[in-house]
């Protein structure tokens, strides 16, 4: 059976009951076709069109010569390094105060991140998180947890550990909690930030982002405050920040 009749015979004739006819099939034969047995076939009939066509790639490179063999190796494994290198996360947090100076800080130190590779952790709030988002160019180089992401149970339970009054917050704020709490230890809950940039008044452990803070610092995650730690100049800042 072609893969083309395949397909007419298993979508076409068993999910539409006016085709019953076409090809000379008859209602019976539609039920046959749409039964287990008949799907289980034409899985197996994939499978096995895969491997014939693995086997024919393999007999393919066979055949080239062992110089265009070490060639296409060294292009492979030049393009291979590029896909196994480790995934690196930061988070790029803080106080919707931040002053001016701080907020191009913050972007231009993300543009320099995402040159090297790292991604992005943030909540799209206004100031910090937001500066930060403004200087990664491309979609897939952050992750952003905004108010309107749902956070699962074992996150805010993670949060209600850190929180001083978690008793007193609303169910919207527990929820902004979790969310910091995916910021540091991602939505896996499994894959820490490498560190955490953030801008806080007088340096202080406050407001939402003092969940991230302390989070952080129980998994021994290096913190970085703008307000204590002076970001000038940003380029050496940044290698500074990385190489610890």
Not at 61 to 85: C, F, G, H, V, Y
Not at 96 to 122: C, D, F, H, V
Not at 212 to 231: E, M, Q
């Amino acid at each position: 059976m072609t893969q083309e009749l395949k397909h007419k015979t298993w979508i076409d004739i068993a999910s539409k009951a006016e085709t019953v006819g076409m090809y000379g099939y008859t209602q019976k034969d539609a039920d046959i076709f749409n039964s287990y047995p008949f799907k289980f076939l034409c899985e197996k009939i994939d499978q096995l069109e895969e491997q014939l066509e693995i086997t024919r790639l393999a007999i393919r490179l066979l055949r080239i010569p062992k110089e265009d063999k070490i060639i296409m190796s060294q292009e492979i494994n030049a393009n291979t390094e590029d896909l196994i290198k480790p995934v690196k996360y930061y988070a790029g947090i803080g106080s919707r105060e931040a002053p001016s100076e701080i907020l191009l800080a913050m972007t231009e130190m993300a543009k320099i991140l995402e040159q090297k590779g790292y991604i992005l952790r943030s909540g799209h709030a206004k100031g910090s998180d937001m500066a930060f988002e403004a200087g990664v160019q491309l979609l897939k180089n952050k992750e952003i947890f905004s108010r309107h992401v749902t956070t699962c149970e074992e996150a805010r339970a993670i949060a209600a550990s850190i929180h001083p009054a978690w008793h007193n917050c609303s169910d919207y704020a527990k929820g902004c909690h979790g969310r910091n709490i995916y910021q540091v230890l991602g939505r896996d809950l499994k894959t820490p930030v490498s560190f955490v940039i953030c801008w806080t008044p007088e340096g202080k452990e406050i407001g939402g982002t003092r969940t991230a803070i302390v989070l952080a610092k129980k998994h021994k995650i290096p913190v970085y405050n703008l307000a204590l730690d002076n970001p000038c100049p940003i380029d050496a800042f940044v290698e500074r920040i990385i190489k610890c």
